[in-house]
């Protein structure tokens, strides 16, 4: 699908544009709640990398599912998942989305079909084809919606994912969000093929590559690509390339690259690009912009308030589902 034939209506458009702003103020609180201590453990933002998340969930129905890596509040937020819930489950409060148990990187949501937030690299791929095996099995048209990072793709788990995948012609949607760095190696001293794709066109997988900095970029590929999964039932690699603004995680001095790099790749910002094209296109006023940033800031401290008057587990309750058990 070419980008000339988005139908971008103004309601669509503010939309996406809520969705990128939204993750973007949420990761700045974020990181704020962080260095007061009020979130504790590991924190890797999404900052910069807004039009992947946005672009790719919004070719997906209610039905399908999503499974990610630690780096998910974006996905996580696109999705619809409360800032509440995933702001409480950061502070570790029972009224989080995973009851506080999983922090930053393992957000979940079964009403939403968001499956994680998955610490271990690589790890959820498996279980995507899994479950894109059991729609095919079962008759049902959904797909499987998998985001990786470039260093997932040097692991032996998506290299066998993808083939399973091709054998098995699965409903699977793989979408790599490149960002260049990983945990902080550059992929030119990771990847032999620093083009991606076509490690997807190597298992016989319908692969393209899209520039992940252009919200258009990403709606037109990921429509396409869900379109064709829906029409054919075979998997499909979208290799989105991207850049955080922001170092891996909270923890990282970020000594593996240079400052001037970020800063060139800050000049490609999705988020003021695409705002600026509606206002070009005449889809929305600077009122509308100026309305929506109140709204999302008042989204974003209510959610700091709801965290902030969530409760601590008991600590008679800390063995809880240690083993399975029913939720009560």
Known sequence: MEQSELNITAEKGLHFLYQMKLIRRFEEKAAEQYTKAKIRGFLHLYIGEEAVAVGVIQALTADDVILSTYREHGHALAR??????????????????????????????????????????????????????????????????????????????????????????????????????AMGTAIRFTHSMQQLEKKGIAYGIESKAVDGMDLMAVLAATNEAAELIRKTGKPYLLVCNTFRFRAHSMFDAELYRDKSEVEEWKKRDPIPAFEKYILDQQLIIESDIKALNARIELEIQQSVDFAEAGTLEPIDKLTHFVYSESIK
Not at 103 to 130: E, R
Not at 142 to 165: D, K, P, R, Y
């Open 80 to 181: 619809g998942m409360s800032p509440k819930a995933i702001m409480a489950e950061m502070y570790g409060k029972q009224e989080g989305c995973s009851m506080g148990r999983g922090g930053s990187m393992h957000l979940f949501d079964k009403s939403k079909n968001f499956y994680g937030g998955n610490a271990i690299v690589a790890g959820h791929l498996p279980m995507s084809v899994g479950m894109a095996l059991a729609f095919k099995k079962q008759g049902k048209a959904q797909i499987s919606c998998c985001f990786f990072g470039e260093g997932a793709a040097a692991e032996g788990e998506f290299h066998e994912s993808m083939n399973l995948a091709a054998l098995w012609s699965v409903p699977v949607l793989f979408v790599c969000e490149n960002n260049l760095y």
